[in-house]
């Protein structure tokens, strides 16, 4: 396994330990947002509530606190300056945008972590930690190319690291606690989130997620050794894993990265249903319920996981599930 070796603790690395070895990171967003009433059917996806609806996005970071959420995710997936361009707003207003997704996630977990301390449940939960989500280029065109890699043959480094830069430089700028790149489907862009963290001089945990979905290889078809020989030469890079997988095919992906990497392991895979991204449905599939997330959670936490959560169309109750499983304490 290879690593840079690190002489002080992160933050991240502090929230694993008072966990007891294993953090709990919150689960699918737009699907409890449109619980709440959002409608979310749009190419910003669920960033379409910084514009619209920001009391809700508050109001889903405290229902995943309540469930034991210890890291939150912010709202900032698909939300990118060239989207907010294209919905008629400013440059001004879409950096502004972005630091609101940072600001409700914040104050919900002030909010949430100032009522717990006066309160009996204090010893059930941690204080939370704020990750500013930074989705994959793919995830900003919205027509699936997360789930492929395949950016075509316009795409390459200079653009993508145009594209990720000014949005990192904001989101660091808002206060989170640490960066977390999802969905990344292929080498290139994982290589160009490491150098930006290099050339941006950030000073903050980060993760970086890839998709995958033969559980072998990154969507693109490029094998995880070539991607993690890249992020692991870096100490900007805290933690790496999986998210918007299917459950099925997390224990064998945790080994695998296991043997390539010394750095800590996330996974948040989704409930197992296929998204259509060119049709932009949900297709019949199997779908994990919370009995089998919490079966598979110890399972993926023996395997070496180190933070475990949920992706698209999981709930605050499968947290919960997560949680209480993990934590070895009634929710």
Not at 184 to 200: F, G, R, T, Y
Not at 268 to 282: H, L, V
Request: glycine share 8%.
């Amino acid at each position: 396994m290879v690593g840079k070796k690190k002489e002080t603790t992160t933050s991240l690395e502090d929230l694993i330990e008072n966990a007891g070895g294993c953090a709990v990171v919150d689960g699918g967003f737009a699907t409890q947002l449109e619980k709440h009433g959002a409608a979310i059917n749009d190419t910003l996806w669920s960033a379409v509530c910084l514009i619209k609806d920001p009391d809700l996005i508050k109001r889903v970071h405290l229902d995943y606190l309540e469930a034991g959420a210890d890291v939150l995710v912010t709202s900032s997936y698909q939300a990118t300056i060239p989207g907010f361009l294209s919905k008629g707003l400013s440059i001004e207003e879409g950096e502004s945008l972005l630091k609101k997704s940072v600001t409700l996630a914040v104050e919900a977990r002030n909010s949430f972590w100032e009522a717990v301390k006066v309160s009996p449940r204090h010893h059930r939960h941690n204080r939370a930690l704020v990750a500013a989500s930074i989705g994959s280029y793919g995830a900003y065109l919205a027509d699936g190319s997360e789930y492929s890699g395949d950016y075509g043959p316009n795409v390459d480094m200079d653009k993508l690291k145009d594209f990720h830069r000014r949005r990192l430089q904001v989101l660091v700028a808002a206060g989170p606690d640490l960066l977390a790149f999802e969905t990344i489907p292929n080498k290139l862009e994982a290589q160009a989130c490491v150098e930006l963290l290099e050339e941006e001089n950030i000073h903050m945990p980060s993760w970086i997620c890839f998709s995958s979905v033969d559980g072998e290889n990154a969507p693109s078809g490029e094998n995880f050794k070539e991607c993690l020989d890249i992020i692991n030469s870096s100490n900007k890079v805290n933690a790496v894993g999986i998210n918007c997988a299917p459950p099925q095919l997390i224990e064998s992906l945790i080994c695998k990265l296991k043997q390539l990497t010394s750095k800590a392991i996330v996974v948040y895979p989704n409930s197992g249903e296929i998204w259509d991204g060119k049709a932009k449905r949900w297709l019949p599939s199997k779908c994990f319920d919370d009995d089998e997330f919490e079966c598979l959670a110890t399972r993926w936490r023996d395997s070496g996981a180190k933070l475990i959560g949920g992706c698209c169309r999981t709930t605050p109750s499968t947290i919960q599930a997560i949680s209480k499983v993990l934590k070895g304490k009634s929710q």
